[in-house]
């Protein structure tokens, strides 16, 4: 690991989610594989043994008849829960990926300087951006691990001090083979309901946190890019008097220029193979989870609880917009590679070399997209669908509940 590299230092920031969570992420040299596999193994049965607890408490209510309102408070959890599960194997089954990925990003960024006066006004707003994102992300992250437990607690703390009674509670609704409220087994399951939503969490950052440092990466690659085909004939040159050698070093600097944009195409097809899978039950799952939390937000009127699933609705909301936003941005880099070879002074140059410049514009309009599994880009316009099917969700569930 270079560590002057500014990819690395951002890796480094996300370094602890990914070492505590047994998550793969080969970027330190004490890196050991089979301790964070089996760490990463007992993690995963820990956290869905509490979420077949969550389904067997939602079919055992459902078989009682309980309300719609009832029977809505475990879904959001059990959903977040399965959301959690497909973006950590995502990490985890596509090891290799990950790798190549890693270090493509790093033989990039060695190929260019990001010292320079120009390269850093390129790079200083996309950086900034992640910094900020990460930074949200993260104490959003600390805070909803701080909150999820504290409320039941304080719940219970309450009704002792102002009723004189003990009504133990969790965070989560699950169900048993044992009495868990059982003053002898009470700690013991709260700390596992803990224990599980904070690897939930920590995992949902670790691959989101992976998404937005590459996909910035990524981006700063296009823009370095379009600064150099923009550069690649000098405003000095002319057709007029061109010397043979001046023509072989302007085709040399088309080939790299060529080599560099499919290499970023290739880091742009790792993205997608680690993430598209996830991204589709992301897509289909965040409809699912933005409805059921404010159908309950809305719905409910213990103040607990209506806090609790507001952060729900606040971490779907933030998760699913900014993987968008991302994929997004990523998108509209790689189209403006097309404006760039426009915007240079290819009129300067004779027409053999301006039809070189032409082919890399016709193949950079075709833009570079990440997707959910083939189903769907990932862009704005799919934020907006998702957000259009979970008010149709909404408006259905309330009128079923009037």
Request: charged share 20%.
């Amino acid at each position: 690991m270079d560590e002057n590299s500014l990819f690395d230092k951002y890796l480094r920031i996300i370094d602890y989610t990914f070492r505590w969570s047994g998550l793969h992420l080969r970027n330190r040299k004490d890196y050991n594989v089979r301790k964070a596999r089996i760490l990463y193994c007992i993690h995963f049965i820990g956290l869905n043994l509490n979420v077949l607890g969550g389904f067997w408490w939602f079919v055992k209510q459902a078989s009682k008849g309980e309300s719609l309102v009832s029977l809505t408070y475990a879904a959001p959890s059990i959903a977040l829960a399965c959301l959690c599960n497909f973006k950590s194997l995502s990490i985890m089954l596509n090891a290799s990926y990950v790798d190549k990925l890693v270090y493509k990003l790093r033989e990039l960024e060695s190929k260019v300087d990001l010292n320079s006066i120009e390269s850093k006004i390129l790079v200083e707003e996309p950086i900034k951006f992640l910094h900020f994102v990460l930074k949200v992300s993260n104490l959003f992250n600390w805070l909803l691990i701080v909150a999820f437990p504290s409320m039941p607690l304080a719940r219970t703390a309450y009704n002792f001090l102002a009723f004189n009674k003990v009504e133990l509670e969790f965070p989560f609704l699950t169900e048993y083979p044992f009495n868990p409220y059982d003053i002898k087994i009470y700690p013991f399951v709260l700390l596992s309901h803990i224990w599980g939503e904070s690897i939930a969490l920590f995992w949902i950052f670790a691959s989101q946190s992976l998404y937005y440092i590459c996909a910035t990466f990524i981006i700063v690659q296009f823009k370095l890019l379009q600064q150099e085909i923009l550069q690649i004939i000098p405003e000095n040159s002319s057709n007029k008097g061109r010397r043979q050698n001046e023509d072989e070093v302007f085709q040399i600097k088309v080939w790299k220029v060529v080599e560099w944009h499919q290499e970023i195409i290739e880091a742009v097809k790792l993205v997608d193979i680690i993430y598209s899978k996830s991204t589709l039950f992301n897509f289909v799952s965040s409809s699912a989870m933005i409805c059921l939390t404010g159908f309950n937000v809305t719905t409910i009127d213990d103040l607990a609880f209506v806090v609790m699933f507001f952060a729900f609705l606040c971490l779907s909301l933030v998760q699913i917009f900014c993987h968008c936003l991302f994929g997004d941005m990523l998108m509209r880099s790689s189209k403006e590679v097309s404006d760039a070879v426009y915007n240079s002074k290819w009129y300067l140059t004779n027409a053999k070399n301006a039809k070189m410049l032409h082919f890399l514009q016709m193949r950079a309009q075709k833009p570079c997209k990440l997707t959910a599994y083939g189903y769907a880009d990932v862009n704005l316009t799919a934020f907006s669908k998702i957000m259009n099917s979970a008010w149709s969700y909404f408006a259905l569930l309330k009128t079923v509940n009037r």
